[in-house]
Structure formats: C-alpha cells, structure tokens
C-alpha cells in the first residue's frame, strides 16, 4: 500500500506523462530515457529486504534505532520476512533474521519466499569455527552484495581480518564497517537496488544518503529540461518545464520523508523570491519559467533551461535536505542561474 506522500508524487508524475504525452513525438524518447532512473527511484519505491547473518546478539529493532530509526514498529512476519517501520515518513524495511540462532527451516523459508537485496553479516567478538561456517553459509547463499557490520572500529578491524582468511567470501563483501562509521549507512544504501534506497534512507535519516539521491534525480531533471529548452517551443507549451521542475522540487521533499503538497511546493518557490504566490497551480507554470529566465520568450534556450532546473534543485536540497536557513538557499538559487540573466528580487 503507497503512502499518502508516494501517491501525491505519483500525481505529480502523472501530470507530467499527460504533458509529454503532448509533445513533439522526436522529444518524447530522450526524456523518457533521462526519467528512468527517477522511476526506478521513486515510482517503484519499495521495502529494502535485509538479510541478517552471524552472531550479534543485537536484536533487530536495536539495530535500526542504531542506524538512525525512530519510533520502530514491528509488523507481523511474512515467511519469515518482518516488517519493521519507523522515522518521520513510516518508512519501512522488511527483515529475515537468518542469524545462527534462528532454526534452518526459518532461514530456508524466507530465502525461498524472496531473496534479499543485502546482507548484513553480523558480528561482534570470536565465534566457534562451527557456528562461523553456518553464517557464512547462510550469508551466501543468496547471492546478494554482503556488508560485513560490527559495534566498534576495533570490532570490524579484527572482523576483516577474519574474513580475508574466508576462502568462501573472498571477492563477495562489498565493505566491513562498524555503526559509529559515519559512511556507513551511505555504502549500505548505495549497495541496495534502486527501488529500495529510498526508502532505506528515509526510515534511517541517513542525510548524506538523501542528499546523493536527491542530486541524481536532480540531473536528470536537468537535463531533461535541457532537451526540451532546444527545442522551439511555443510560449503556451512551457508549463512543461515548470511542471517538470515542480515535479522535482516534490520528489527532493519525498526523499526526506516530509509530507509532499502543491501547497509547500509552491510556498518554497515562492521563498526562493519567484512571484508565484499562494495560489501558485502548475497550469499557471508558464509565468514562473520567464519569471526565473525572463528571456526564454517563445524560443527557450537549453542551456537555460537547464541551468534554471538545476539552480531550483540545488536550491530544494540545501534547505529540504541540509537544513539551510531561506537567505542561505536564496543565495545559492540566485548565484546558480545564469548570469546577468535573472531578475528575480529578494523580498
């Protein structure tokens, strides 16, 4: 079931396919192939599945909230796949607890169920030689990218030494890392599939995490602006750049778990100094794009359009994902756009 945000995002996508849909058909497929990333991203959203193996003792509601998760819930098992859901936006990540205390018949069940996107191969001090060669079966046998995870950075140093000496995981662990690693949570999301960062990110606040997302969907965005900004569009067919752009401006605050609305969307632009107003619809969107780059007239400049896309997202990250105080983002909005080419006014 999407969440009341996702479904908002998806009828920002929507609006924006309706749009596409009306334009030049030598047009349609360069933007398509540039929107594909943000699809895999946003509109097939989904649970990461996580695999845990070896023999931490930290149960699995413990290690969200040490990955930054907050108010855990725990839902019913599926196949032995639990639900666990949290932070500001209810994300969620479905968990096989596949650790060496869990009976084979668990592990085998939820392996034949799904197969995990990760694993985390859990460890803290030494284990016996029998019990280490159960984890490692079972950590491999999925074939999914394996993040070795310990408490400490001691903990993971004498971990990795262990597991160079592992013929059976030589070239298969994606990275060793310990829960005060300020990397840590960026490597596990960047090794998930795509449907399922998001979602890792946002149910731990992992900000680097957001921010790098935010970014990729930003140059598409961006550059599926520029192709259309090639184009000789008449003045009447520019709401599809401001709906695309408005449409990105939603997704960068989907990535940080807030609450997507036209309203806020278009109260941030608004703050940026465009003169869009509380009435501000995506209909209207023609006035915002000259208003942003008063010279784009009936022939819009690629470069432009381009550029004004991208100064609006740098902008929506800096205060939707980094916290900027509004004169912070203004600046950067303003020293983004193309130079001597704005007229927008701070307030």
């Not at 497929?29 to 929107?35: C, V």
Request: net charge neutral.
């Amino acid at each position: 079931m999407k969440s009341p945000e996702h479904n908002a995002v998806l009828n920002l996508y929507d609006r924006l396919s309706a749009l596409i849909e009306k334009l030049p058909g030598g047009l349609q497929k360069p933007i398509l192939r540039e929107l594909t990333p943000i699809r895999e991203l946003f509109l097939e959203q989904r649970a990461p599945r996580v695999l845990l193996s070896g023999g931490s003792a930290q149960s699995a509601p413990s290690l969200l909230a040490a990955m930054g998760a907050s108010n855990i819930h725990c839902g019913e098992s599926e196949q032995g796949w639990r639900s666990y859901q949290g932070g500001v936006s209810g994300a969620m990540a479905k968990i096989l607890d596949a650790r060496n205390d869990a009976p084979d018949a668990h592990w085998e069940t939820g392996i034949a169920a799904a197969a995990p996107d990760i694993v985390l191969f859990l460890q803290d001090g030494d284990m016996p030689e029998p019990e280490w060669q159960k984890s490692i079966r079972r950590a491999t046998s999925s074939g999914a990218p394996i993040i070795a995870l310990s408490s400490s950075a001691e903990s993971a140093r004498r971990l990795g030494e262990r597991l160079e000496e592992t013929s059976e995981l030589r070239g298969k662990i994606r990275a060793v890392c310990s829960l005060d690693d300020p990397g840590f949570l960026e490597i596990l999301c960047a090794a998930l599939p795509a449907p399922g960062q998001l979602e890792f990110a946002r149910l731990t606040n992992a900000r680097k995490a957001q921010a790098f997302i935010a970014s990729s969907l930003l140059k598409s965005f961006s550059a599926v602006c520029g192709v259309i900004g090639l184009q000789p569009i008449p003045l009447a067919d520019l709401p599809v750049l401001a709906t695309l752009q408005s449409l990105m401006v939603g997704m960068i605050i989907h990535t940080t778990g807030r609450p997507v609305t036209l309203k806020l969307v278009g109260e941030f632009l608004s703050a940026l100094g465009l003169s869009v107003g509380a009435g501000f619809v995506f209909r209207e969107a023609a006035r915002v794009a000259v208003r942003i780059v008063p010279f784009w007239g009936n022939a819009v400049s690629g470069f432009v359009a381009g550029a004004g896309t991208y100064a609006i997202g740098r902008a929506a990250i800096a205060y939707f994902v980094d916290d900027s105080p509004i004169q912070e983002t203004r600046r950067i909005f303003l020293s983004m756009l193309p130079k001597g080419r704005s007229t927008t006014k701070l307030p």
